[in-house]
């Protein structure tokens, strides 16, 4: 069955640091990937998508995700972290008529 | 402004008593859906719709209704809501599925409680 896993379920971290966070996915047909962040008390916007073509893909607010096939990995990274991107973040991956999404990941950045 | 909308936000009711969640998008968008969002187990799909007169279930229906009369509104509805029904739902719209670039708009979610 297709399914999305994030294995960090709550990161934390100070102002300036890196943030990876992981996800990988089980899809037997093409893979269209997402990554979604839902503020505190928003609702979910997107950050950015992979359809096609360079598997580094760049989204908004400094945000970027790679596909590894070999892995199965579209993993999210943003070099340094703001207080502002404290938030849940989803990924998810289209199955013909819907989005399949993972459990998410809180993200807590501290000043 | 392009949006979806969602009424109410916040709703809490009792075991049993009928309630109507609407849903509404103005961006002409064929393609619908509803999800819940419940704690350590992310957004699951409950009801979507490729357009109008068409619906069909997703992952958790049950105890749900829905009905896209039409193109821009897709109520979600409890005939006999359960405790196991709170939950944070969210209403989604996309132009299509047919294209695997299309994005889905998200609503701003509405908080139920049923006791």
């Known amino acids: 069955a297709q399914s999305v896993s994030q294995h960090n379920h709550h990161v934390i971290l100070s102002e300036a640091a890196s943030l990876e966070l992981g996800c990988n996915y089980s899809?037997?047909?093409?893979?269209?990937l997402f990554w979604y962040v839902q503020y505190p008390g928003q609702h979910l916007q997107l950050l950015l998508k992979?359809?096609?073509?360079?598997?580094l893909v760049k989204g908004i607010k400094g945000f970027e995700a790679e596909f590894i096939e070999s892995k199965c990995s579209f993993n999210l990274r943003k070099p340094s972290v703001q207080w502002s991107d404290t938030a849940e973040y989803f990924c998810?991956?289209?199955?013909?008529?819907?989005?399949?999404f993972g459990t998410g990941t809180r993200l807590q950045v501290f000043p | 402004e392009a949006q979806v909308t969602q009424n109410p936000r916040y709703l809490i009711t009792v075991t049993g008593k009928k309630l109507t969640v609407t849903c509404s998008q103005n961006?002409?968008?064929?393609?619908m859906s509803w999800y819940r969002q419940d704690p350590g187990l992310g957004l699951r799909q409950i009801y979507y719709?490729?357009?109008?007169?068409?619906?069909d279930k997703g992952d958790v229906p049950e105890g749900y209704k829905v009905s896209r009369k039409e193109k821009r509104n897709f109520p979600l509805i409890l005939e006999s809501p359960s405790p196991n029904q709170t939950s944070l739902y969210f209403c989604?719209?996309?132009?299509?599925?047919?294209?695997?670039?299309?994005?889905?708009?998200f609503g701003p979610g509405t908080r139920l409680l049923v006791l």
């Open positions: 989604a719209s996309s132009l299509d599925t047919s294209s695997y670039q299309e994005t889905q708009y």
């Open positions: 899809y037997g047909g093409t893979v269209n």
């Open positions: 992979y359809f096609s073509g360079d598997p």
């Open positions: 998810a991956v289209k199955d013909t008529d819907k989005l399949i």
């Open positions: 961006m002409n968008h064929e393609y």
């Open positions: 719709s490729m357009n109008v007169e068409v619906t």
